[in-house]
């Protein structure tokens, strides 16, 4: 399997996600947003729409409809517009409706486009992982940077407001780093399937971690072993990398559900 | 004694709404130890917020140690449990890494150093849960959660503690156990404590001074001056 050139590219780029998406995830779980990444994805699906339309590459369109629909969702919760959820719901739909008549204007509902949406272990090139590993890399830098503002402001974001941390500034860095997330993931895993990879890993470490920092250790360590074995799975069975990756996740998720019933 | 908050003519309702609050008039000084009571409503918490600087009054002014609160700059000398429904008391924290997250806005980026740690063991020590310090969280009693939340507000050294709801959630021996507590770090640290609850009977005995808020304040002197009637039957302080 690794002999060929695009297992290696999907495998090399599948671990920068495999990595990026629970560690991202982990403040989303935290702060009760974990559906936020299947909004951010649908407005995603949007992009990838006028991307065709356009004659431009989708990945840099979607990547920009992310970010975009990201800092709608922020803008409206922080303002207090709409509760989250309701925030969330005007995004998913408009974004699902936009790219819906996008696509059908730029006459492109057609197999490239299940790429987009659902991962393929095909698509990878070598300029797609240096994009990848850049923008991934970076994120994860100022994960780390951030790190203690973050993890304040997702135990407590009135505290954090109190204390004078710049809250509404911590909380558009983590809603624009889910966007880019997706952004980096939607040739592997798909921007439908991508905010599972982000939700999954830390809702089954949560329940054999000890500490927060472990909670982010065992997330990144079941991201990654499900982005393995998915495309491994993918690549025998010939299936598509998002949903193969996905379902390894809710495996692992399983198997956690059972060591936690079986501790008590 | 200079002032830690005052409130001068202070209006307040919520964009186009009903008045929440009312012609209030309110001076807290350094180092008292204040209870604010008052129905479900009746706007404690909106004073609150607005003493914290988090909402702009309609009519008048709040100052916080002489400054403007909204505006107010030294924000880590502010101490802030907040109800436990807004707090992460089901996370995967540990209590010690609940205290350290207390050090944040001193420390927002880089590891934490030497006085970082020295800061955080205080804290433990001082609420009682430096032997719980590993533990997590969510496997603590209501009462324990609040005092690592405590522990976490003590962290950054403030010199005003501001308590919202404080025994929500936590059992009536709980509740006396953590009055008695916040009347002893009242007395070690000289720190001002405004104590926001419905209820106010698990610091009656400890407080010298009790407001009651009601759209306006409808009581502020010592618990002994209050109506029987007034007082909370659930805590008998025998």
């Known amino acids: 399997m690794l002999d060929l050139e695009f297992m290696r590219l999907a495998f090399a780029a599948g671990a920068i996600v495999g990595v990026l998406a629970p560690a991202v995830g982990f403040f989303l779980v935290q702060r009760e947003m974990s559906l936020i990444g299947d909004g951010i994805g649908h407005v995603a699906f949007a992009g990838v729409a006028a991307g065709y339309l356009l004659g431009i590459s ?58 987009y949406l659902f991962g393929s272990i095909l698509t990878v090139t070598g300029s ?30 009135d505290g954090a407001r109190v204390a004078g941390l710049p809250v509404p ?14 952004g980096v993931s939607m040739r592997i895993v798909g921007i ?73 | ?21 009312t012609g209030v008039d309110l001076r807290v000084a350094e180092g008292e130890f204040v209870a604010i009571a008052g129905p479900n409503g009746g706007g404690k918490t909106t004073l609150l917020r607005l003493a914290l600087g988090l909402e702009r009054p309609t009519r008048g002014a709040v100052l916080l140690f002489g400054e403007t609160a909204r505006t107010f700059g030294a924000r880590t000398e502010i101490g802030y449990l907040a109800q436990r429904t807004k707090i992460g008391v089901h996370a995967p924290a540990t209590v010690r890494e609940v205290v350290e997250a207390g050090r944040a806005a001193l420390r927002p980026i880089g590891r934490l150093r030497r006085d970082d740690h020295a800061a955080v063991d205080e804290a433990l020590e ?55 507590l916040l009347h002893r770090l009242h007395e070690e640290l000289g720190v001002t ?33 209050l109506p029987g009637l007034w007082h909370d039957p659930s805590h008998t302080h025998a």
């Open chain 1, 58 to 115: 989708p990945v840099w369109t979607a990547l920009a409809a992310a970010l975009i629909g990201a800092g709608g969702i922020e803008w409206l919760r922080a303002r207090r517009r709409a509760a989250g959820d309701q925030a969330l719901a005007i995004v998913f739909y408009t974004g699902i409706a936009g790219g819906v008549v996008l696509i059908s204007a730029a006459g492109a509902l057609n197999a490239n486009l299940f790429s």
């Open chain 1, 128 to 157: 797609d992982l240096v994009v990848i590993a850049v923008l991934g890399i970076g994120a994860l830098v100022v994960l780390a940077v951030l790190m203690r503002a973050l993890i304040a402001v997702s135990l407590d974001e």
């Open chain 1, 169 to 182: 500034v911590l909380n558009g860095v983590i809603s624009m780093l889910a966007a880019l997330t997706i």
């Open chain 1, 192 to 264: 439908l399937l991508i905010a599972a990879l982000m939700v999954l890993p830390v809702i089954a470490a949560q329940r054999i971690a000890w500490s927060l920092r472990s909670t982010i250790g065992v997330s990144i360590c079941f991201g990654l072993l499900s982005v393995l074995v998915g495309l491994t799975v993918s690549y025998y069975a010939n299936l598509p990398p998002g949903g193969t990756i996905v379902l390894a996740g809710t495996a692992v998720f399983l198997a956690t559900s059972t060591v936690e019933a079986l501790r008590r």
């Open chain 2, 1 to 21: 004694m200079p002032l830690a908050v005052e409130f001068d003519g202070v209006d307040f309702a919520y964009g186009q709404g009903p008045a929440v609050l």
């Open chain 2, 126 to 180: 001082r609420v009682g849960m430096h032997e719980l310090a590993g533990r997590r969280l969510s496997t603590l009693s209501g009462g324990q959660q609040q005092r690592a939340f405590i522990a976490k507000a003590l962290a950054a050294h403030p010199s005003l503690l501001v308590l919202d709801e404080p025994t929500t959630g936590v059992d009536v021996a709980a509740q006396d156990a953590l009055g008695a």
């Open chain 2, 193 to 225: 404590i405004l104590y926001v609850s419905h209820e106010f009977g698990a610091v009656e005995r400890f407080v010298e001074r009790l407001v009651l808020v009601r759209e306006r304040i409808v009581f502020d002197g010592p618990p002994a001056q």
